[in-house]
């Protein structure tokens, strides 16, 4: 029962254009949304959150957009740079779902100097 | 997060064998987590633990699994009579406080890579 889908698992962009990274969830429990970078043969790392009161955080290049009502997510980032180019994991969790997220699958974006 | 240490990076260890897994949270976290990643597929959660206290295992198969977070030293993963199957990356995370999310987010090691003959 995979909760959290990141549809795309892969995603190429041209170096100075915009990345959009989308994420859909089943849960309407979830309130608390993140986005993790992987790199290989590395464990992921945070990268910009956003709580379900909000419908935009903005972190940099790197926004975050929450539309509840579609139970969708995505992250944007502009501009896209090769040092972008990673695995991006979407999470999501749930006030009284216990204490574990809920991870997508992932997607491997590619950013072409 | 560099402050997650993870041992081994790699193990390999062939059916039937025990595979033992470490992970020492970062400094002043006191709550770990375990996450696998099988090939092809996201992370998925396997259990949370506070010291001495397992917290939740929703996410552990019924048999051969084990985790425990001793008073001292790392939490420790153990797999029992390993299959194939069990062939995956082993994700550690600790967080400052439960329900990780108040604390922002978890923080990752680079992760045990179980390979599975």
């Known amino acids: 029962d995979q909760q959290v889908k990141q549809n795309s698992p892969s995603l190429s962009v041209q170096e100075g254009r915009i990345s959009i990274l989308n994420c859909d969830y089943t849960n309407s429990m979830f309130d608390y949304f993140l986005w993790y970078k992987k790199y290989p043969a590395e464990g992921p790392t945070f990268l910009i959150s956003?709580?379900?009161?909000?419908d935009k955080n903005e972190d940099g290049r790197f926004t975050v957009f929450l539309n509840k009502s579609a139970k969708h997510l995505s992250l944007h980032i502009v501009p896209s740079q090769p040092g972008d180019s990673a695995v991006y994991f979407c999470?999501?969790?749930?006030?009284?779902?216990?204490?574990?997220?809920?991870f997508g699958t992932g997607t491997s974006l590619t950013v072409i100097p | 997060n560099a402050g997650v240490m993870q041992n081994p990076r790699h193990l390999v260890r062939r059916r039937g064998q025990e595979a033992r897994l470490r992970c020492s949270p970062m400094k002043g976290h006191s709550h770990v987590y375990w996450y696998r990643q099988l090939p092809e597929e996201g992370l998925k959660f396997m259990v949370y633990?506070?010291?001495?206290?397992?917290?939740?295992e929703s996410g552990m198969p019924k048999e051969r699994f084990s985790a425990e977070f001793p008073k001292e030293g790392p939490s420790i993963l153990r797999i029992q009579q390993v299959v194939r199957g069990d062939s995956a990356a082993y994700f550690c995370?600790?967080?400052?406080?439960?329900?990780?999310?108040?604390?922002?987010?978890?923080?990752f090691g680079e992760g045990s890579r179980l390979t599975v003959l």
């Open positions: 633990l506070q010291k001495e206290n397992i917290i939740d």
């Open positions: 995370a600790s967080s400052r406080s439960g329900g990780s999310y108040i604390a922002g987010e978890l923080f």
């Open positions: 956003i709580s379900s009161i909000k």
């Open positions: 999470a999501a969790s749930a006030p009284m779902g216990g204490n574990q997220f809920y």
